[in-house]
């Protein structure tokens, strides 16, 4: 009879656990909590994550295995008044629950530690590139001297970013969502961050340290490209492929764009204002003149008509900032972009 309730149990307990292993299974693997990772490092540091995560995932089941059984099977009834029985501890139970937690964390401490010695490891030939963050904008300097708003890389090779920031400035910090790293950029200190590009294209590059008014549009980008194409890029004197005039003002960093707006043709995928690829039919909407009039309106005092579902969020200033030679090649770089 003991026997019979006692298989019972177990049965109920595992089957409780392998539905909430399950549900939170799903929940890690289907939501999309991590960019796609572009880096040697970020794959690291993603493996990490997932070792970490199935972790979780099995002491969560257990828990929530014993929790939910005990709360059906040893709940008081309504009309019990009683004391629960006294309990004085089970020396084995809690030399087990104290053991397996201190296993696991162990595992992930070493597992930590290897991926961090990894992940500093820039090989004996690595490309350096000195990043220099002043508010609010991002400068790379490459070996041959020259200087860029944004970042270009090879694939396949280390590269070793020599980060700091401008003398008499605040601390930033460099972060590039798909390769996962953060580093701070510090007055008079240098910091390194080793990343290992393993897939092409352009990525954003964010501060993500609170710095000042501006933070939020802190912003450059990365573009990651094959071996070969880097080398021509190098010796082309490393001018990025006849970026248009437009596109540069809206990828100046001063000005950054599209750390709020989304634009397919500048790769931009902010969320925070409207996406600049319906700028079209925005403007049909707001009936305030000429597609560019509406354009140039919004730039220069955003306030003045406000696209439905979102705020007054863009900062006045725009229009004094933005030299007028600048401002009419990005009013007119948006209106030939607009679908
Ligand atoms: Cu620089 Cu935030």
Redesign the pocket.
């Given at each position: 009879m003991f026997a019979r309730v006692r298989r019972g149990s177990v049965l109920q307990l595992a089957g409780i656990a392998v539905v909430a292993a399950v549900i939170a299974s799903l929940i890690a693997y289907f939501v999309p909590w991590l960019p796609k990772p572009a880096g040697r490092e970020a794959d690291r540091i993603h493996f990490v994550y997932w070792f970490t995560t199935i972790i979780c995932i099995a002491v969560f089941s257990v828990v929530a295995a014993a929790l939910t059984y005990s709360v059906i099977h040893f709940r008081a009834r309504p009309d019990d008044d009683s004391d629960g029985p006294p309990i004085h501890g089970h020396t084995t139970l809690e030399i087990v629950w104290t053991a397996i937690p201190a296993i696991l964390v162990t595992a992930i401490s070493i597992v930590s530690a290897i991926v961090l010695a990894e992940n500093s490891k820039a090989g004996a030939n690595p490309l350096v590139v000195k990043v220099l963050?002043q508010?609010?904008t991002w400068q790379f300097t490459y070996p041959n001297g020259k200087t860029y708003g944004y970042l270009t890389l090879p694939k396949g090779r280390h590269v070793k970013l020599d980060i700091t920031s401008r003398e008499g400035d605040?601390i930033?910090?460099f972060w590039v969502p798909e390769l996962s790293q953060k580093q701070d950029a510090v007055p008079g200190q240098h910091n390194f961050l080793v990343v290992t590009p393993t897939r092409t294209g352009t990525f954003p590059v964010i501060?993500?340290?609170?710095?000042?008014l501006?933070?939020a549009l802190?912003r450059s980008h990365v573009t990651i490209i094959g071996a070969a194409a880097f080398d021509k890029w190098v010796k082309g004197g490393g001018q990025a492929a006849a970026v248009p005039p437009g596109l540069a003002v809206f990828e100046d960093p001063q000005n950054g764009c599209g750390g709020c707006h989304t634009l397919k043709a500048a790769h931009a995928t902010g969320t925070i204002g409207p996406d600049l690829d319906n700028v079209k039919a925005d403007a049909a909407k707001a009936g305030r003149g000429s597609l560019a009039a509406y354009i140039h309106e919004s730039i220069v005092s955003p306030g003045a008509y406000i696209v439905p579902g979102f705020t007054n969020a863009m900062p006045p200033g725009f229009g004094t900032r933005i030299p007028p030679d600048k401002l009419k090649q990005l009013v007119q770089y948006l209106e030939q972009n607009a679908k």
């Open positions: 963050a508010q609010f605040v930033h910090s501060c993500t340290e609170l710095c000042g501006g933070h802190m």
